[in-house]
Structures are given as structure tokens and as C-alpha cells.
């Protein structure tokens, strides 16, 4: 697709130059019977070198080509406007052109504003950084200390920051067939629990779609836009939707099992396998159960969880089980997860998770 538009955008510009030429009698274009003064014709080889200079910017990913390309789009379909009886054809690629450009400048805000929410999630002072164990290892579930030791968290800092690489795959309803692909970022806030979670998704070759997902101070907020421009999901300052966001990050400490010696959670034995995890910020909190087989290696985690943020939305069990694992900076983690609602007509499998990287960090930075 990308090599199409490419190849459009210059041709387009190619075209510009025939207004030149024509205004100049450098070639005799009987097919151009437009007249066109010299100045004009100086004009239309202008649009037409800034059209194959914003086409090589987008080719490249240039920093800021979408300004020049809205501002071409539009002093080209000022000069086919003009001469409309044989430039109409060129109204195409301007409006191409045009929505591209759109396009782009809608990702880079919608990058800056997760930025600058990422710099917010690490605003707390350095100092609160590091503090670990909030209870002797001896007395949590013994479970849990298997999995603390097998992971290599038993005597490990808590990181200031964790940065999560995924690939995601995606079904939106439950009788969907194939997966959507995307891919994630994920920077966790340890000590004062907190995330911000960016998706970059495509439906199809022309849908793109981006999501962000955070949480700070037991506020949630989820917000999914198609194109970075038209809204699907805009949600905050919902109950519902703060709980969510926070069995969310109880379910993923999993990822930097650090966390688990956090003053924040509290953990009650259930069984040799099953221990019950409570996590408690700003006055809410919210529980899961983690399931742990006989060598520590994390199983799955399941929670009674909102399907959604109407008032209407009820808890349904939500499960996210671990199917790989492997070591990143040393520490063992679940690498591949399933997602999963568990409803009346049977099980919804709605997120597959890969991890391709984890960076833990004593410090936050960006």
C-alpha cells in the first residue's frame, strides 16, 4: 500500500511540471490547451518539486513532512481549481495527499500526549525510589515464595521503571475469526502503581488504529482512536474503569515480579498452588488470585472484572493465563499470555500477548 501511494504522490508531482513547460513552450503539449502565463507556470513546478520533496519525507518518515504536505495539498488543488477543465483529475491525489498528511500529524500528537503522560507516571520524587519488602519472605504464601525465588525477585530492588515491548494480537468480538496484529509499549511505574499503555493496531491495510490505556493515582483511562483522529473508546473518571485498569496492573506484575514485596499488596494463602493478592491504592482496592505450579512458575491470574464501562457493564471472570516464558535481565517472566473473558456462551480469548523486551530501571527514564 505504502509503495502505491508513493508512486501516486510522485507521478502527481511529475505532473506539475507540465505547467511549466507549457507556460515556457519548452515542449509542445497539444494534449495542455490551456493557456498559462509564466508566472503561473513557475508556480505549478513549485507545487510539483514540493509534492516529490513531502513524497520522499513520507517515504522516509521525516520528522514534521505532514506540514508541508497539508500545505502542498492544498496550493496544488488551488492551481488544478483554476485550470479545472483539464487539471480536475489531480483533486485524487491532493485529497490523498491531504488525509495523509492529516494522518501523520494526528499520530505525532496523539505520541506527544503519551510522552507526556509517560514523564507524568515518573513524576514522583527519586527519593521514593528502591523500597522493597513490606514483610519478611518467610511469611507470604509459600507459593508466592517459590515464584519469588524461581524468578530471581527474592532479593532483587524494585525497579522505578519497566519498560514492556509486546506484539498483541486482538479479536474485538468473540465470533471474529482472524487476529488483528499490533504492537505495544508498556511503562509500569512500580513503586506508586501506575502504566501507560500504548497500541498501534491495524484492522486492515487502510484502518490504523492507536489505543492508551494508563493509570495514575487509582485513576483509569482508556482512549482508542481510528486514523488518531475519530474516537472509539473515551473513557475516564468511571468507577468501573478505574477497578479495571487496576486488577490490570495486579494481573501484570507478573512481568516484574519485584512488585510482589510491595507495602501496596497484601497476599493470603489459598491453597499449595493459589494465593489471593490485594492491592490497595489511593483508598480502592482490588483482588486476584495467581496460580503458581509445584516448581513457582506463574500459571494464570483470574479476577471478577467489569466487561466495559457502562452502568450496565457487570464483572465477569477474567483470566489471563501464561503459555512461554523466558528470562529477560535475568528474571524469568511468562513471555507469551492469553487473555481471556470467561462468558455464558463459553470462553473469549481476546488478547495474545508476546513480550519482546523488558527494561527494568532503578530510576525513571524516558
Same mark, same amino acid.
Given at each position: 500500500?505504502?509503495?502505491?501511494?508513493?508512486?501516486?504522490? *510522485?507521478?502527481?508531482?511529475?505532473?506539475?511540471?507540465?505547467?511549466?513547460?507549457?507556460?515556457?513552450?519548452?515542449?509542445?503539449? !497539444?494534449?495542455?490547451?490551456?493557456?498559462?502565463?509564466?508566472?503561473?507556470?513557475?508556480?505549478?513546478?513549485?507545487?510539483?518539486?514540493?509534492?516529490?520533496?513531502?513524497?520522499?519525507?513520507? *517515504?522516509?518518515?521525516?520528522?514534521?513532512?505532514?506540514?508541508?504536505?497539508? *500545505?502542498?495539498?492544498?496550493?496544488?488543488?488551488?492551481?488544478?481549481?483554476?485550470?479545472?477543465?483539464?487539471?480536475?483529475?489531480?483533486?485524487?491525489?491532493?485529497?490523498?495527499?491531504?488525509?495523509?498528511?492529516? #494522518?501523520?500529524?494526528?499520530?505525532?500528537?496523539?505520541e506527544k500526549q503519551v510522552h507526556k503522560e509517560v514523564t507524568g507516571l515518573f513524576s514522583q520524587s527519586p527519593e521514593s525510589f528502591g523500597k522493597t519488602d513490606s514483610q519478611s519472605v518467610s511469611s507470604y504464601p509459600a507459593p508466592v515464595q517459590r515464584w519469588l525465588e524461581r524468578t530471581g525477585a527474592l532479593d532483587a530492588p524494585l525497579p522505578g521503571q519497566v519498560l514492556v515491548k509486546q506484539d498483541f494480537q486482538l479479536k474485538l468480538k468473540p465470533n471474529q475469526g482472524d487476529w488483528y496484529q499490533g504492537t505495544a509499549r508498556q511503562y509500569f511505574n512500580p513503586v506508586n502503581p501506575g502504566f501507560v499503555w500504548s497500541l498501534d493496531l491495524k484492522l486492515n491495510p487502510l484502518i490504523q488504529v492507536k489505543g492508551r490505556d494508563k493509570l495514575?493515582?487509582?485513576?483509569?483511562?482508556?482512549?482508542?482512536?481510528?486514523?488518531?483522529?475519530?474516537?472509539?473508546?473515551?473513557?475516564?473518571?468511571?468507577?468501573?474503569?478505574?477497578?479495571?485498569?487496576?486488577?490490570?496492573?495486579?494481573?501484570?506484575?507478573?512481568?516484574?515480579? *519485584?512488585?510482589? !514485596?510491595?507495602?501496596?499488596?497484601?497476599?493470603?494463602?489459598?491453597?499449595?498452588?493459589?494465593? !489471593?493478592?490485594?492491592?490497595?491504592?489511593?483508598?480502592?482496592?482490588?483482588?486476584? #488470585?495467581?496460580?503458581?505450579?509445584?516448581?513457582?512458575?506463574?500459571? !494464570?491470574?483470574?479476577?471478577?472484572?467489569?466487561?466495559?464501562?457502562?452502568?450496565?457493564?457487570?464483572?465477569?471472570?477474567?483470566?489471563?493465563?501464561?503459555?512461554?516464558?523466558?528470562?529477560?535481565?535475568?528474571?524469568?517472566?511468562?513471555?507469551?499470555?492469553?487473555?481471556?473473558?470467561?462468558?455464558?456462551?463459553?470462553?473469549?480469548?481476546?488478547?495474545?500477548?508476546?513480550?519482546?523486551?523488558?527494561?527494568?530501571?532503578?530510576?525513571?527514564?524516558?
Amino acid at each position: 500500500m505504502k509503495i502505491t501511494i508513493i508512486i501516486l504522490m *510522485a507521478f502527481h508531482g511529475f505532473i506539475h511540471f507540465l505547467g511549466f513547460l507549457k507556460a515556457y513552450e519548452w515542449m509542445e503539449l !497539444k494534449e495542455l490547451p490551456l493557456q498559462i502565463s509564466k508566472d503561473t507556470g513557475m508556480l505549478w513546478l513549485l507545487a510539483g518539486i514540493g509534492i516529490l520533496v513531502v513524497t520522499i519525507g513520507y *517515504a522516509w518518515q521525516v520528522n514534521y513532512w505532514w506540514y508541508l504536505g497539508m *500545505a502542498l495539498a492544498i496550493f496544488s488543488q488551488v492551481l488544478i481549481i483554476l485550470y479545472w477543465g483539464e487539471a480536475k483529475f489531480g483533486t485524487l491525489p491532493n485529497l490523498v495527499l491531504f488525509f495523509l498528511s492529516l #494522518v501523520a500529524g494526528a499520530n505525532a500528537s496523539f505520541e506527544k500526549q503519551v510522552h507526556k503522560e509517560v514523564t507524568g507516571l515518573f513524576s514522583q520524587s527519586p527519593e521514593s525510589f528502591g523500597k522493597t519488602d513490606s514483610q519478611s519472605v518467610s511469611s507470604y504464601p509459600a507459593p508466592v515464595q517459590r515464584w519469588l525465588e524461581r524468578t530471581g525477585a527474592l532479593d532483587a530492588p524494585l525497579p522505578g521503571q519497566v519498560l514492556v515491548k509486546q506484539d498483541f494480537q486482538l479479536k474485538l468480538k468473540p465470533n471474529q475469526g482472524d487476529w488483528y496484529q499490533g504492537t505495544a509499549r508498556q511503562y509500569f511505574n512500580p513503586v506508586n502503581p501506575g502504566f501507560v499503555w500504548s497500541l498501534d493496531l491495524k484492522l486492515n491495510p487502510l484502518i490504523q488504529v492507536k489505543g492508551r490505556d494508563k493509570l495514575k493515582d487509582g485513576e483509569g483511562e482508556m482512549l482508542i482512536k481510528i486514523w488518531s483522529l475519530i474516537s472509539m473508546v473515551d473513557e475516564k473518571d468511571n468507577p468501573r474503569i478505574n477497578e479495571g485498569t487496576l486488577q490490570r496492573f495486579l494481573g501484570e506484575i507478573v512481568w516484574f515480579p *519485584a512488585a510482589a !514485596k510491595s507495602p501496596y499488596l497484601i497476599w493470603e494463602a489459598l491453597n499449595n498452588n493459589e494465593a !489471593k493478592a490485594i492491592l490497595t491504592v489511593q483508598g480502592t482496592s482490588v483482588s486476584g #488470585v495467581f496460580t503458581f505450579d509445584e516448581i513457582g512458575r506463574f500459571e !494464570k491470574f483470574r479476577t471478577e472484572r467489569y466487561m466495559g464501562g457502562e452502568a450496565d457493564a457487570t464483572r465477569k471472570p477474567w483470566i489471563v493465563e501464561a503459555r512461554e516464558y523466558s528470562r529477560f535481565e535475568g528474571v524469568e517472566v511468562p513471555s507469551l499470555c492469553e487473555a481471556s473473558w470467561i462468558l455464558e456462551e463459553g470462553p473469549w480469548t481476546w488478547a495474545k500477548i508476546r513480550i519482546l523486551s523488558i527494561e527494568n530501571k532503578s530510576r525513571p527514564t524516558l
